[in-house]
């Protein structure tokens, strides 16, 4: 069994196929491709990172994975708004999207702080 409990790596694995279903209405100019392969990169990186986390041999490594997974969720909201900005795609169809990242950038960071917590309390090494 792994250190994460709940359905968040189901969850992470839901938004990097939504965010790979999003990149396949962009138009296909440098615009949509660039903008995708950002995009792209970032959402499927946090379920990546989260898998990676769950595997960690120490507390220090689990905390550094899933603050890897929480910037890799904030860079996906950003190319989010870069997609509405651009034109690339609806505020309406990024929305739900939108939502789900803040909310993972939520979670992990509240699980960075409180791992970071405990390892200073312990006096584990890092």
């Known amino acids: 069994m792994g250190r994460l409990h709940g359905d968040l790596q189901a969850r992470a694995l839901d938004l990097a196929v939504a965010v790979v279903e999003l990149t396949d209405g962009f138009p296909g100019n440098t615009k949509g491709w660039e903008i995708g392969r950002q995009l792209i990169r970032a959402g499927t990186s946090i379920g990546a990172n989260l898998c990676e986390a769950d595997h960690a041999l120490t507390d220090a490594d689990f905390a550094h994975k899933a603050s890897i997974a929480r910037k890799e969720a904030a860079e996906t909201a950003y190319w989010l708004k870069v997609c509405v900005r651009a034109r ?3 505020g309406d169809s990024v929305a739900g999207l939108a939502a789900e990242v803040d909310e993972f950038v939520r979670i992990l960071s509240a ?3 409180k791992t ?3 390892i200073s309390r312990s006096g584990a090494r890092r």
Do not use: G, L, P
Request: glycine share 0%; charged share 10%; no cysteine.
């Open 116 to 118: 970071q917590s405990y």
């Open 111 to 113: 699980m960075v702080r």
């Open 88 to 90: 690339i795609a609806s």
